[in-house]
T-cell receptor, first 113, second 119 residues
Framework: EAQVTQNPRYLITVTGKKLTVTCSQN?????MSWYRQDPGLGLRQIYY???????DKGDVPEGYKVSRKEKRNFPLILESPSPNQTSLYFC????????????FGPGTRLTVT | AQKVTQAQTEISVVEKEDVTLDCVYE???????LFWYKQPPSGELVFLIRRNSFDEQNEISGRYSWNFQKSTSSFNFTITASQVVDSAVYFCALSEAALTTDSWGKLQFGAGTQVVVTP
């Protein structure tokens, strides 16, 4: 089954404790991205990757890092989480430059206290 | 820069009523894609429809219908005879197609409209 998986689905952590949210897709997609969802703001893109070793900032990259060492994986790293990063996070992937449907993961609800 | 506006924050209806969700977009690209997603209380995003900028035909899928009007930059969504299971947040989104734009590949979302359907 074609899918995007994220782990963990729920995470409560404390300020400053480094964490990684994993994202994996099994569709051999080139393009992957991370979004965060906040009330009244919809979803906003954090980072994206057009292929292995190619990543770039989205609209709200501050406080986040990503890497793309393999095509299927695109982890989101919070080196020093802060309460304003409490949010619902979605990973997404799309096939190629000509495919416009994005496949979303199930979401990761992160709370930073 | 691209922008999507969903002016309705929340709409409450009684079951069997129709509900229309407004979506207005801005883009300088001539080729783009518009989307609607549903987010039920469980939190996942459910893809509903994709429409490209060259296809202005309205679409109907069961109780769902979409009205795309390029002249007013709108892509409105109507749920006919609403049901309690339609209670969710609905997002409209835009993706520009030109490879030269900085925003290529990005889905620009509206703020979302919460639909509450009561029995």
């Amino acid at each position: 089954e074609a899918q995007v998986t994220q782990n963990p689905r729920y995470l409560i952590t404390v300020t400053g404790k480094k964490l990684t949210v994993t994202c994996s897709q099994n569709m051999n997609h080139e393009y992957m991205s991370w979004y965060r969802q906040d009330p009244g703001l919809g979803l906003r893109q954090i980072y994206y990757s057009m292929n292995v070793e190619v990543t770039d900032k989205g609209d709200v990259p501050e406080g986040y890092k990503v890497s793309r060492k393999e095509k299927r994986n695109f982890p989101l790293i919070l080196e020093s989480p802060s309460p304003n990063q409490t949010s619902l996070y979605f990973c997404a992937s799309r096939g190629t430059v000509f495919s416009y449907e994005q496949y979303f993961g199930p979401g990761t609800r992160l709370t930073v206290t | 820069a691209q922008k999507v506006t969903q002016a309705q924050t929340e709409i409450s209806v009684v079951e069997k009523e129709d509900v229309t969700l407004d979506c207005v977009y801005e883009t300088r690209d001539t080729t783009y894609y518009l989307f609607w997603y549903k987010q039920p209380p469980s939190g996942e995003l459910v893809f509903l429809i994709r429409r490209n900028s060259f296809d202005e035909q309205n679409e109907i899928s069961g109780r769902y219908s979409w009205n795309f009007q390029k002249s007013t930059s709108s892509f409105n969504f109507t749920i006919t005879a609403s049901q309690v299971v339609d209670s969710a947040v609905y997002f409209c989104a835009l993706s520009e197609a030109a490879l030269t734009t900085d925003s290529w590949g990005k889905l620009q979302f509206g703020a979302g409209t919460q639909v509450v359907v009561t029995p």
